[in-house]
């Protein structure tokens, strides 16, 4: 069985025109049991934490887990924990989402979001 994730194709800029989210790849489909891998750049917004969200088809987007470069380790949202979601980063500004060993029900659309400080906006992909 196949699952297919999705993250928003198109880059999300503030009103300042200075901070853009952007995540890849635009969508994954993978075999039930694999583990799927999503990278978000924070672009600008340096120094800040990036938080996931998961929303399935006709629901709500639901929070997963909230990280910043300088913790261990995350923090989840209701229902979510790890080893089945986990987050790493390779700098103040890019982020990973790993979902592992995928299931039908992980079947949605992912987002990323951060606060950009200097812009006082929230900004989502």
């Not at 924070?42 to 929070?63: A, D, E, I, M, N």
């Not at 990280?67 to 261990?72: A, E, F, L, M, R």
């Not at 987002?111 to 929230?122: G, Q």
Request: charged share 10%; net charge negative.
């Amino acid at each position: 069985m196949l699952a297919t994730l999705c993250t928003l194709i198109t880059a999300l800029t503030c009103v300042s025109g200075v901070t853009v989210v952007t995540q890849k790849p635009p969508v994954v489909t993978v075999e039930k049991g694999e583990t799927v891998t999503m990278d978000c750049n924070l672009g600008r917004v340096t120094g800040s934490s990036c938080c996931w969200y998961k929303q399935s088809p006709g629901g709500v987007p639901q929070f997963i887990l909230h990280n910043h470069h300088s913790w261990g380790s995350p923090n989840y949202g209701s229902g979510f924990s790890s080893p089945k979601f986990t987050s790493n980063h390779q700098s103040q500004t890019d982020y990973q989402l790993i979902i592992n060993n995928v299931q039908e029900g992980d079947s949605a659309v992912y987002y990323c979001h951060t606060w950009d400080n200097s812009a006082s906006e929230n900004v989502s992909q």
